[in-house]
Every structure is written in C-alpha cells, then in structure tokens.
C-alpha cells in the first residue's frame, strides 16, 4: 500500500531546484558586492519554504526574509543559526518573546512596535532588528514625519541592535515611473542617520533598475521563482515550475453539446473531451474559465467552460489520442507556458499564480540541495 | 513560549461548526425521507474536513464524498467505519489497492474504470462502488452511448457491489433553467435499470429544485457552509465562518499620497489608513483590489489600492480611532458580509473565496462535536 503519492495524485507540482538556485545566483551575481538575500514569505511563494530555502542556504545565501512569526518559526527549524530569518511583519503586541525565544529578527514597522522591542531589548540586554521606512508605499514602515521625530533617538537606541534599514519600491517593475527615483532619493536621505548599517531598497525587479539601487542588500522573491521582473523585456530568469493535471476520462462529445457548469459552453464541432483533475480549489483560478489552456504532447489544447473546484475540462480533438487516456496528464504550467503567461489568462499576476498553487497539489522537488 | 497561535496569528479564519451542523440538519429534514450526504472535498471547502466530518458524523451524517483518493485516505482516519466515505474522481490507473485498503468507495466514471474495479472486487470476492452517469455536465460519468451499451452488463456485475447511483445537474442555481428537467429525465430513465440502487441527483441547489430532483440521498456541499444555494433569493442557510485581519499599522496621510504597488490609489483627502495582515497569499484574492471593504466596530470601511501578497489597506478615517491600532482586527467576513458578498466583489463564487481561504489563515472552531 506504499504507493509514491505522486502516482496516485491528481495534480503535481514539480520544483526545479537547481533552477530556482541558478535564479539565486543570476542576481548574486548581478548585485555583487552587494549582498543577495531570499525572500521565502508565503512559504516560498508557494512552491514549498522548507526546500527552497534548504537549497538557498547550500548556495550561500544567509539572509531569508519571511511575512509572519509562524513562518519565521517554522523556518528557523529547517536553517543553520548562521542563517539571519526577518520577519516583515514585525511583532503583533504580545509576541515579541516568540521572536526572542526563536532567534528570529523582527523588522520594525511603526512608533509601537519600535518602542516594544526596545523594551525587550533593554530586559535581554540588547537584541536584533530591522527597521522598515515608508518611502512611497504607505503601507508598511515609518512615515517620514515620524521617521524625522524618531530618527535620532533611533540611531542612538542601543539596546535595540539595528541589523539593516530597509524599504520598499512601489513601481520598480515600471522603470519610466518617477516614484522610482523619487524613493530612491528619500531613502538616500533616511539613510544618512545610519552610517554603516547595511540598506536595502530592491527586491526582484529593483535590481533590474540598475546598481545605484542595491545599496548594501537586495531582497528578490518573484525573480527566484521564474517571474519576470521587467515585464516588458524578455525573462532573463529560468521557470522553475512545471505543473500538470491527471485526465480522469476522456469523451466524445456531439455538435450542441454544453459542457460544465451553467451549461456555458456549447461545442459547435465534434469534439473530444479531456475531464482534468485540476480545479480552483487547486488554486487553478475560476478565472481561467473560457480561456485557459494545456499541453498534450506538443499540442497547445483550449480550456472549455467554466473551471469548477476539482475539475476541469479541455478540448484534445487535437490532442494525440494515445496520450488522452485516464491516467496521462495534461501539462499546465511548463518552460513555454509559464507562470506569467497562466497570469495573463486568469487576469492577475504570477506571483498569485504561484502562491495559490501547492494547497492540493503533489509536490515533487528536481535537485535536492546536495545536488545543486 | 507557548502562546496561543491564535494570540500572534495575522488573519484569524473563526469556523461555526454549530451552524456547520444546523444547515445540514435544515437540508436533512428538507429532504427526508431521503438521505442527506455531507460533501467534505477540498478540505470541507477550506474549513477543515476532519472538525467538520466529525461534527456532521456525530450529528447522524454516514455518508460522506471526497474528490481525490488522497482526501479519502485523510479523511478515513478521523471518521467512524460505519461512516462510508465516497471518491468522486474514482481510482486513477495503479491506485485501486488503495481504495480496498483504506475501505473507501470509488466513484466509477468510465468504461476503464469500471472494468479496472470489476477485476479487483473480484480478486477481493466483492467491492463496494457507485456509478456515476452524465446527464449534461460532459465532465465525468458514463455518457448516454456508454451507459447504453454497459447497462445490461452493469446491473448483473455481481463482484463490484454498486452503492450508489449518481449524476450531477450543471444548471441547478438556475431554477427555469431547461436543462433541469432534462437531467431529471435522463437519471430517471437511467435508474431503471438499476431497480432498488439507491440514486442522488441533488447537490445543494438541487435539493431546492423540488422533491422530485430528491430521489435516495442529496449531497450538499456549498449549502452547508453558507453559500446560498439559490442566488436571488434570500438565503436560507447559516453564515458559519467569520474572517478577521491583524491592523499591523495605522497611518496619517496627505491628499496626493499614493498607496500600494504601482501608486495605483491616490488618496484625495486627509485619511487614516490602516494595513491589515492579509493578502492574497491567504486567499483574499487579488482582484479585490480596489473593491472590497472590511469592518471596524460595526463601521463599514473601504479597502485602497491593490491587495498584495501579504497585506492590504484600508481607509479607517471613518472607523472609531480606539480600534483603529495596531494588534487590532478588521473584520474581513462576517453574518452581514458573507462569502457571496465577498465572491460578487471579488468577482467570481462563494465555493472558491472558501477553498482560497484557510492556507495561512488560523483556524479557530467554535462548538466542537460533543457540544452540537
């Protein structure tokens, strides 16, 4: 009965490893003296935090960046202590002693939080953090007007040990948007209050904006895991991920026919159809209705009606029909149909695709950290 | 260290199995003298199988449906034997030794399938199964031609103990829909040659068809987690989850400031937002971005700019300044903004805000088993 979950899955995910470290070590390169760190926050984007940042840590990479202390503390199991875990949320009131006991560094938001973890620094006497300034995204980190009411008390604070000054682009994936120098130069000026502490700007596609916005670390996510970070330029980042979904049967429909939900579809054609074990509760959105697709044997196949919670249905007239029997799978996600291109059909961004993915989904990993 | 998880979590996902187990109590007595099944696929639409097929198992329910043989196998664990538990996608080619394992029932749904099943019930002296006919989905069970030619065959198969017969109505939340009543007479025609085989035709909205969509047993899903099963039409069944966001910032900020990735809002007047721990890593989709809305302290408040992976913000300018801090919670959906009224702004169904949920969100349950 010890069946490979994998041979019995409905849906499987499978993770390049050895590409997502080759992205890794892309923009290490490109960033070089500065620093690389991994953004691993929504475990991994999706694509599993435990493995990815296993392999990132083989590679050299010591600074990982998560959005919560549960995904700190479940990270910090799988790292070396050499590895630096932040946490971008920073501490909910009540909290800050799980970062402690969990070696975790909270990056500082707001006047509270600071404040905080002051305290608790001084109690253990002194204590590491980030500090997160708002230069244009009014979302998370100090404004400037508190930035200014703070900043000199902050650069003195000494039981708080500040390990990095950090912001956030709201625009770096639009080169041409001046909000982009417009940070740039609020950043530059918040970061003369702290000589020597090591700043940091970019995240995926920041780094693609060019050297004078690397400061001392950069912070990719998305470019990592195969999503363009200049979505007007061809993707100099490898794909990382490859899904595809079992055929559960396989019918032949006549001319009139409706298919799925809502009877939304109507074959004008005699046609072959491929029922897939892929749905939205899958994370394959209701919104690739009417206009996603697969791939069987080369072979680009249409998505028809509406995509329901486990199932959904293609077009393999097409198709080869040795390959649409139940049991085969139909590719949805490969090298050639990434995850931005999925993007495009469902209306959102890959970054959504990914991080929907891989709740039911088999996960399976190519190239183990050893290996990479 | 030992902190209530709930204590630090960002987004607080509250599930009301005493209204999980009232609404399947209401379509039980709805249908009696017919059955009434529990659909527990996707993790009970993203609120957690095992607490609530323990919940309907102890308030009666015996029957329970699963799509995939992974769902079953987690599922048969937590579930009296005397509770059968139902796959719906059937045993894709190799896994069927699992399915007489873990005493699940396969649904059959092709040709191969059946013949597959037919081999090992007689290997094992006897298999339980259910037969699943198309009468107008074209996405799994027997068509019309195949279940004509396999009849005669299939209702003398002696070694696979068919349990069940079953079909799937695609129109139902469409009362005038013609559809309907075709389906109706396609199944009724197609039961005869199974005289005594306990039949089900109605999933959620189905049972509010009639009692002649009825037959042996209903399978409810969507229904007995709130969604409502007739769209316009008040709806008759329990909210039975409540979604709250941790505020992690407040913030004042000027006319002309922008907000969020790609400075798409801009504020045209003093306002107090406030970034909430969401996003759309939780399942708070993406395309709510510049739609939705929470609550603060009964104050209904806008969300600005476009939801992120892990955060949103929104205008608490309106909302009682006292609850508008961080560590705070903003009410994300509640029994006066349910999962329809989330799905309509969010631009797509209740069924997929509920399986999208429930990733990182925290659980919580109120009324556990013993208590309903």
């Not at 400037?144 to 994936?173: N, P």
């Not at 249409?302 to 139909?330: E, K, N, Q």
Request: charged residues 20%.
């Amino acid at each position: 009965m010890a069946s490979d979950p994998a041979d019995r899955a409905s849906a499987v995910l499978e993770v390049d490893l050895v590409g997502v470290v080759a992205n890794w070590r892309q923009l290490a390169a490109r960033v070089a003296p500065a620093d690389c760190a991994a953004v691993v926050k929504a475990d991994a984007y999706g694509l599993g935090a435990p493995q990815v940042s296993a392999a990132f840590a083989a590679a050299g990479c010591r600074r990982f960046f998560v959005a919560t202390l549960d995904e700190g503390i479940a990270l910090r199991s799988t790292l070396p202590t050499s590895c630096e875990i932040a946490v971008f949320n920073g501490p909910v009131p009540g909290s800050a002693e799980e970062f402690v006991f969990h070696q975790l560094v909270p990056v500082l938001n707001e006047p509270g939080q600071i404040a905080d973890w002051a305290e608790i620094a001084r109690r253990h006497g002194g204590l590491p953090a980030m500090l997160h300034v708002d230069t244009g995204m009014a979302r998370l980190g100090l404004s400037t007007r508190e930035f200014t009411r703070l900043a000199d008390e902050l650069s003195q604070e000494s039981a708080t040990r500040w390990r990095g000054l950090i912001s956030h682009l709201a625009c770096a994936d639009q080169p041409a948007h001046p909000l982009n120098d417009l940070q740039l130069a609020r950043f530059a000026l918040m970061r003369r209050h702290f000589a020597g502490l090591p700043a940091s700007l970019a995240a995926s596609s920041g780094i693609f904006l060019g050297r004078k916005f690397h400061f001392d670390f950069v912070r990719p996510g998305a470019a990592l895991y195969g999503i363009n970070p200049q979505p007007d330029t061809p993707n100099p980042m490898r794909q990382v991920v490859r899904l595809k979904g079992r055929i559960l049967q396989v019918r032949e429909v006549e001319r009139g026919e409706s298919v799925g939900y809502g009877a939304a579809h109507v074959v004008d054609h005699p046609s072959r159809l491929a029922t897939v074990a892929i749905g939205y509760a899958d994370g394959w959105f209701r919104s690739m209705s009417h206009r996603g697709s697969g791939r069987l044997g080369g072979e680009r196949l249409p998505l028809l009606g509406r995509v329901s919670m486990d199932l959904a249905v293609f077009d393999v007239s097409a198709g080869d029909p040795s390959l649409a029997r139940p049991g085969g799978f139909i590719e949805l996600l490969d090298d050639d149909y990434g995850v931005d291109a999925a993007a495009a059909d469902a209306g959102t961004i890959g970054y959504e695709i990914l991080t929907a993915l891989g709740r039911r989904c088999q996960r399976i990993y190519r190239g183990m950290p050893n290996q990479c």
